[in-house]
Nanobody, 111 residues
Framework: QVQLVESGGGSVQAGESLTLSCAAS????????VGWYRQAPGKRRELVAS???????VYLDSVKGRFTMSRDNAKNTVYLQMNSLKPEDTAVYYC?????WGRGTQVTVSS
C-alpha cells in the first residue's frame, strides 16, 4: 500500500520557520517528480515547489528565497524548509508524486 505522510506543520508567528517532511512507503521517490502543494481556505490548491531528477527545485514566485525543497533518497523522504513565514503562507500543505497524495499538514502563521 502506497502512503505519503506529511509532518512538521504547526502554528508559528510571522518570521519564524518550519520544516515539513513527507515520508513515502510502498513507493520510491527516487528521482521522480515530487511536489509540495498547499491549499488555503477558499482557494485553489497551488504548487509551491517541485523537484525532479537532478535538476534544481522550482518554486512558486511568492516563496522564492524563503522556501527550500530537498530530498533524501536514503530515507525516501522529501522536505520543505520554510523560513520567514508570512500569514499568507497559512494553508494545508500536501506532498504529491504521480497519482499519490498525502493527507496534508496544517501550517498556520499569525501576524
Amino acid at each position: 500500500q502506497v502512503q505519503l505522510v506529511e509532518s512538521g506543520g504547526g502554528s508559528v508567528q510571522a518570521g519564524e520557520s518550519l520544516t515539513l517532511s513527507c515520508a513515502a512507503s510502498g513507493v520510491v521517490f527516487g528521482f521522480n517528480l515530487v511536489g509540495w502543494y498547499r491549499q488555503a481556505p477558499g482557494k485553489r490548491r497551488e504548487l509551491v515547489a517541485s523537484i525532479s531528477g537532478r535538476r534544481n527545485p522550482v518554486y512558486l514566485d511568492s516563496v522564492k528565497g524563503r522556501f527550500t525543497m530537498s530530498r533524501d533518497n536514503a530515507k525516501n523522504t522529501v522536505y520543505l524548509q520554510m523560513n520567514s513565514l508570512k500569514p499568507e503562507d497559512t494553508a494545508v500543505y500536501y506532498c504529491n508524486m504521480l497519482e499519490y497524495w498525502g493527507r496534508g499538514t496544517q501550517v498556520t502563521v499569525s501576524s
